[in-house]
């Protein structure tokens, strides 16, 4: 269950590909609530787990969070043979199984996914662009065998509770490092050779021309020293890193353009927000989009009127920052992107 920080979920900010199983929810802080946390309990924890318990007991383990101690949610896990477990304060880290073997190899699926958009400078995701890299690295690590290693290493099953214990003892103090020894640096020789050419970041082009006609000079006389050597070493390192810097500068741009080229093609066809709904399936935004596009070919206007324009009309609530869009004639519509703000 995704929980977006909006006024009303968007259909576009779900991948067309995504499975059924998924929902979607919306409020104005983008965060659980205690009623975001019973229509998980409600909708997602209890019928997927409904069948394989088979009427046995479950175990359903959370941290202190408020949403999941209310009578509402106590009573529903009571009513459905739910055993709820709440972790002791300031422990997940060591006793939850998700954060011991599975949030760290999904934050880096994440990362890896979202890479090529900052390397790009983009500091605005788009909400379907985060949510297909979070489906992505969800169907990637929420598998048995991390699920299966997240309990055993926080010690519930096998129940070994030593795991965490050992975890918290008290480690010795280590002693202090000796401080470092000062030794006497080598005068540099006058030479327009010298580091700060072969080291200054940025290149100081003046010191770097001076060096150019001193080095050509060398070369006329036949004579190269070792601080004119060192600098023949230092402009083909140079002129590889800039040819391959070149390489990467190019690939980005194409990537850069390839992103562009998908944002424009979400945008061939009109938005639709749903109100009214707190958590919505996959199955349920498909259905309200269908009604949605019917009732449009119902209201399209007779053959006579095309051309004619409409007046602007604009719609608010698209996005969690109260983004608007205007529609005019011919379908033409301009509107800002919901997106994800990325701190760099």
């Avoid at 939850?96 to 949030?103: E, H, K, S, T």
């Avoid at 690939?251 to 639709?272: A, F, I, Q, Y």
Wanted: glycine share 6%.
């Amino acid at each position: 269950m995704i929980i977006f920080r909006a006024e009303n979920v968007n259909f576009q900010w779900t991948p067309a590909s995504i499975a059924g199983d998924w929902r979607f929810a919306c409020n104005s802080k983008g965060w659980t609530s205690n009623e975001h946390g019973l229509d998980w309990l409600r909708h997602c924890f209890e019928p997927e787990t409904r069948e394989k318990a088979n009427g046995a007991y479950r175990l359903l383990i959370c941290d202190g969070h408020d949403s999941h101690i209310t009578g509402e949610f106590i009573a529903h896990c009571m009513d459905n043979n739910i055993i709820l477990m709440i972790l002791p304060p300031h422990t997940s880290h060591l006793t939850q199984p998700l954060d011991v073997g599975v949030f760290g190899p999904l934050k880096k699926v994440m990362s890896r996914m979202i890479a090529p958009l900052i390397s790009l400078g983009i500091s605005r995701i788009q909400k379907v662009e985060w949510t297909t890299a979070f489906v992505h690295a969800h169907e990637a690590v929420f598998n048995a065998q991390n699920i299966q290693g997240g309990f055993r290493g926080a010690g519930i099953f096998p129940f070994k509770p030593d795991k965490v214990l050992h975890r918290i003892t008290l480690q010795p103090m280590t002693t202090t490092p000796p401080p470092p020894q000062n030794r006497e640096s080598t005068p540099l020789i006058d030479t327009p050779f010298n580091n700060s050419v072969l080291t200054s970041s940025p290149v100081d082009f003046n010191a770097v021309h001076d060096a150019n006609i001193a080095l050509n000079a060398r070369l006329a006389s036949g004579e190269l020293d070792s601080p004119a050597r060192n600098y023949v070493n230092y402009i083909t390192r140079t002129n590889e890193r800039l040819h391959a810097s070149n390489i990467i500068l190019q690939k980005e741009n194409e990537d850069l353009l390839t992103m562009l080229t998908k944002r424009k093609e979400r945008l061939g066809g009109k938005r639709k927000i749903i109100k009214g709904k707190h958590c919505l399936s996959v199955a349920e935004i498909r259905d309200d989009i269908s009604k949605a596009q019917k009732a449009t070919k119902k209201r399209a206007a007779p053959k006579g009127a095309k051309g004619r324009k409409r007046p602007a009309k604009v719609v608010k609530g698209l996005s969690d920052d109260h983004d608007s869009y205007s529609e005019q004639g011919n379908d033409e519509e301009v509107e800002i992107l919901d997106c994800i703000e990325i701190e760099m």
